[in-house]
């Protein structure tokens, strides 16, 4: 737990963002949180567990991964198509 747990700031802020959603005629909220993916790095589920205490039903999982991959900065369009690719804008290349 850190120092912040049970002094009910947490509390607060999620009546604060109600409070914002009902003023703005709103009736979805949607929270993100971090939790350990299964056979993945231990996390602190604290968050979670806050949400799902207070009638919070989770939604969808993300998975965020990282690849590195070639630079292609250079604007090498033959090694981009050789492997399928397309250059888009923001340099980025897709499928």
Do not use: F
């Not at 993100?32 to 919070?56: F, I, K, M, S």
């Not at 999982?61 to 090694?79: F, K, L, N, P, Y």
């Amino acid at each position: 737990m850190t120092c912040y747990s049970r002094r009910g700031i947490g509390t607060r802020l999620l009546e604060e963002v109600y409070a914002a959603a009902r003023g703005h005629r709103r009736s979805l909220v949607e929270i993100e949180t971090v939790r350990a993916l299964p056979g993945g790095v231990a996390r602190d589920e604290a968050g979670y567990q806050y949400l799902t205490n207070r009638a919070h039903q989770p939604g969808m999982t993300s998975i965020r991964s990282r690849c590195q991959v070639a630079d292609h900065s250079g604007g090498d369009e033959a090694a981009l198509a050789e492997g399928g690719w397309q250059s888009v804008a923001g340099g980025l290349p897709t499928r």
